[in-house]
């Protein structure tokens, strides 16, 4: 997931700063021409449709800029938000104020979050891993900055998402919805491990 949105950044970034810099040489430009100088009479200001070629081509060419970005970001969610016909593995996800609970489906593992601890989430590398995703209360968000990944938490509905995990480390996870007052110590962890020593032991860590 990491590497789609940053294929997406590289795209972005550049034709974001050229947009910068064009605007701000026509700017100066403007200013530069049209300055008021004493004893200088320039006539009328230009009318609107005096450069109607001009401002054909400069519409033409938004839309051609916007109809790409759209399209890349169309396609890249598209493959993100592809589900897998045959997981790996599944871990069903429940958000509730402030906390996480994570069941290891088809197995006998359930690790809840409570006051003072984070719940651990161990995972799989270079492994599909269905997520579904669902709160107790009201809405959080399950967010893993490192992977750039996050979706809402809903009470009463189920999201389901895909998630490979491409190198093992310890990464932070956090409710990106503010959810009421305790919303900031609402945190988990994720520990991904290579497949065989991703042994499904998991236990709440303290908060340090």
């Known amino acids: 997931m990491r590497d789609e949105f940053q294929d997406l950044f590289s795209i972005y970034a550049p034709i974001a ?5 064009i605007v701000v040489l026509v700017y100066l430009g403007i ?11 320039r006539g009328p ?12 081509l400069y519409a033409a060419g938004l839309a051609v800029v916007a109809a790409l970005l759209i399209a ?23 958000a509730f104020k402030w906390q996480w609970a ?35 209360d009201v809405i959080h968000a399950f967010w893993i900055p490192d992977e750039r990944f996050k979706r809402d938490a809903f009470p009463d509905r189920i999201t389901q998402f895909d998630l490979t995990f491409d190198r093992a480390g310890h990464m932070d996870g956090v409710c990106a919805e503010f959810c009421g007052l305790d ?15 991703a042994i499904m032991f998991c236990s709440p860590r303290p908060i340090l």
């Open 45 to 56: 200001p230009p009318q609107p449709g005096d450069h109607w070629r001009w401002e054909a």
């Open 72 to 94: 890349l970001t169309m396609r890249a969610v598209d493959r993100v938000d592809r589900l897998s016909a045959s997981p790996a593995l599944t871990v069903d996800v429940t």
């Open 102 to 136: 994570f069941s290891y489906r088809g197995q006998d593992i359930r690790v809840v979050g409570r006051e003072g601890s984070h719940p651990l989430l161990v995972v799989p590398t270079d492994t599909t891993v269905r997520f579904t995703l669902t709160s107790r």
């Open 183 to 197: 919303h900031t110590i609402m945190r988990f962890d994720v520990e991904a491990m290579p497949p065989a020593s």
């Open 17 to 21: 700063a050229a947009v910068f810099v």
């Open 31 to 41: 200013v530069l021409r049209f300055r008021r100088r004493r004893g200088v009479d």
